[in-house]
């Protein structure tokens, strides 16, 4: 039956302004003229035919046509016969005859690989319980909340004795649970979206609005989202907007010449990851992953969206092989323009759908105002990944003690840039596979010493001012690396070692939501002051932090050594009486014990550049806060009494 698309959605959609083109694109269950049937549309403008073929029609090629809308290669047909459930794909002729079977770009349901077909889908009938969440996020900016981010592989924290995969409903019974009791406020998702090859962990995909069918249906999905709203946990997914995957039923050449991705192969192509570059000037390409991201948001529900490589999409260079010749924009630098306008309308987009939305940038560029407003020229985002902290802690941390003061520079320099962003600190998939080992086993020393610098490397990321994220298995310290085809080794939770280190996990996240010193001002100067950075003798920093208004200042000990100190000074701002408040020494977190039990009164001689100390215990590779206590005043009654 032939189909006429809405022309004025149409020229948004060719303007790169139509932001929720999955509604015009794709395949949809719809009545018309009194018969039920589905829509199909696709942007084919090179193709000589478009047909729609499956299950339906026993892939015959050529028993379903589209009808070409526009010049600009928009192909669309109903079809009474179709049904829920029916698989298809568009079979699309070029005029040099070059012929192919695609997947829709716009599909909304995917087969189970290896399988590539689209599925019809049925139209959504789930009904969302989350309004209070909704309301309750809007209330405060995530910059002046504790934010602490528990990054998940779907596939690999846990998994069946068969080797078989749990599904979104499974799942929602066991990992939501565990991320309430361990106290993480947001689940990160690696990607989601249909994806070919399980080792590609979702970064190359060929589904950009197919939730996975690996694990379940877009509405077992939905479900899972509900679920970690009810329970007050914000759901971030990991977005990959840079490029895609080369395989044959996917985006590229999709009608038999480059599309979606650059037609210069030097700007499209990423050989050391296999995949091809949108080509973010095309407006067709804005609409389309745009209108990707306001899908995930506004039909799926997620708070927040991870941009993966932003670095790899900036970069005309990014992975240019040597001897290719270098790419140059029209002012003779290396930035990719349309990437960089790309990226600051995708991110004024998104928060005139929700201001309220966590837009985080994974770049490891130098360039700045990555979170700046568009109209500041920034890029647009609110937050973005450390991965300069992440990089210079890591190293530092896997150095022998003894040599740790003469690299003292990995532990401060961060401070010089710390609030030019609104940074992530990130320890993420990346630092625990191919090879670099877990965040347990690059600690140096005995076991004790691992366990012992491992909690010392948490409590510095949750003092150290920005929002902070811990992938999956390190709470509990995992020995191996992650293994991305097996579940994490959750029966280590059975030695005592590893179930203190996730006891310290659970009452680390709740000390950091307890106090605002450690989230208020995470993005302002103003909550940060050093006690004395200069120690690189003794690898001990120490520094303050402070909420808005002033009314909490905490101050913190981090000693990267083995070595214990008593009559330690640290100057302190106020007069009065300090307790210790955390300690990751504690026994019962697998440490020596070495707390700071008594009460210490500050003492009247400058220390660090502040009029009065106090003297305490430093434990061995631990983190102390101390804080001071509030004196009462009496009544002038209970005075004369």
């Not at 078989?164 to 361990?182: F, G, H, N, Q, R």
Request: with cysteine; glycine share 8%; aromatic share 16%.
């Amino acid at each position: 039956m032939t189909y006429t698309l809405p022309e004025d959605e149409l020229y948004l959609f060719h303007q790169g302004t139509h932001f929720e083109s999955y509604r015009l694109l794709g395949a949809h269950m719809q009545t018309v003229d009194g018969e039920e049937g589905c829509r199909f549309a696709v942007w084919a403008p090179h193709a000589s035919s478009v047909c729609v073929t499956g299950d339906f029609n026993e892939w015959n090629e050529t028993s379903h046509p589209l009808t070409k809308q526009n010049e600009a290669g928009v192909w669309a047909g109903f079809f009474p016969d179709l049904k829920p459930g029916m698989t298809y794909k568009y079979a699309i002729t070029h005029p040099d005859g070059w012929s192919g079977l695609k997947s829709d770009p716009y599909a909304r349901e995917s087969e189970v690989r290896p399988a590539t077909a689209s599925v019809v889908p049925a139209p959504s009938t789930y009904e969302w319980s989350d309004a209070e969440w909704q309301k309750t996020k809007a209330r405060v900016p995530s910059y002046n909340q504790p934010l602490s981010i528990y990054e998940v592989h779907f596939g690999t924290w846990k998994q069946k004795e068969d080797g078989s995969l749990y599904s979104y409903t499974e799942m929602a019974d066991m990992l939501i649970p565990y991320v309430k009791e361990m106290g993480f406020t947001h689940i990160e998702l690696m990607p989601l979206a249909e994806h070919p090859f399980d080792l590609s962990w979702g970064y190359q995909i060929t589904g950009y609005y197919s939730v996975t069918s690996r694990y379940g249906s877009p509405e077992e999905f939905k479900y899972f989202v509900d679920r970690c709203h009810q329970e007050e946990i914000g759901v971030i997914m990991d977005w990959v907007p840079g490029h895609f995957c080369r395989d044959e039923h996917g985006l590229r050449q999709f009608d038999g010449e480059p599309l979606f991705e650059y037609a210069d192969i030097r700007k499209a192509d990423k050989p050391s990851w296999g995949t091809l570059t949108f080509d973010f000037g095309r407006p067709e390409i804005q609409s389309f992953l745009i209108s990707n991201a306001v899908f995930w948001l506004k039909e799926m529900h997620v708070d927040g969206i991870r941009a993966d490589a932003v670095a790899s999409m900036i970069s005309l260079n990014f992975d240019l092989p040597d001897g290719a010749g270098k790419l140059f924009n029209t002012y003779g630098g290396e930035e990719n323009l349309e990437a960089l306008a790309f990226l600051k309308k995708l991110n004024e987009t998104v928060f005139h759908y929700d201001p309220h939305v966590l837009m985080m940038a994974e770049d490891s560029s130098d360039i700045p105002l990555v979170t700046a407003p568009t109209y500041t020229g920034g890029l647009g985002f609110n937050y973005k990944w450390n991965m300069g902290w992440m990089n210079d802690m890591l190293d530092y941390m896997e150095y022998d003690p003894f040599y740790r003061k003469w690299h003292h520079s990995n532990l401060t320099f961060s401070f010089m840039y710390t609030f030019s962003e609104n940074f992530v600190l990130p320890l993420s998939h990346d630092e625990v596979v191919h090879g670099k080992k877990s965040l347990l086993n690059k600690m140096p020393g005995d076991q004790w010493q691992q366990f012992a610098q491992l909690r010392l490397l948490l409590g510095y990321q949750t003092a150290h001012p920005g929002k902070q994220l811990l992938f999956m298995g390190a709470e509990f310290g995992q020995y191996v690396e992650w293994r991305d085809q097996a579940g994490l080794d959750w029966f280590l939770l059975d030695y005592p070692r590893h179930h203190a280190m996730q006891r310290f996990v659970k009452e680390l996240n709740a000390f950091y939501q307890n106090h605002p010193a450690l989230f208020e001002l995470d993005h302002e100067a103003e909550g940060f002051e050093w006690i004395d950075p200069h120690n690189n003798e003794q690898s001990i920093a120490c520094f303050l932090r402070k909420s808005r208004y002033g009314n909490e200042t905490l101050a913190v000990v981090c000693n990267f050594t083995p070595e214990v100190y008593y009559d330690y000074k640290v100057g302190v701002p106020h007069p009065g009486t300090y307790t210790e408040i955390f300690c990751s020494d504690k026994a019962e977190y697998g440490g020596s014990g070495q707390e700071n039990d008594s009460l210490h009164f500050t003492m009247p001689e400058r220390w660090h550049d502040h009029p009065q100390h106090i003297k305490i215990k430093v434990p061995p590779f631990a983190v102390c806060v101390f804080k001071r206590k509030e004196e009462s005043i009496p009544n002038q009654k209970e005075a004369s009494s």
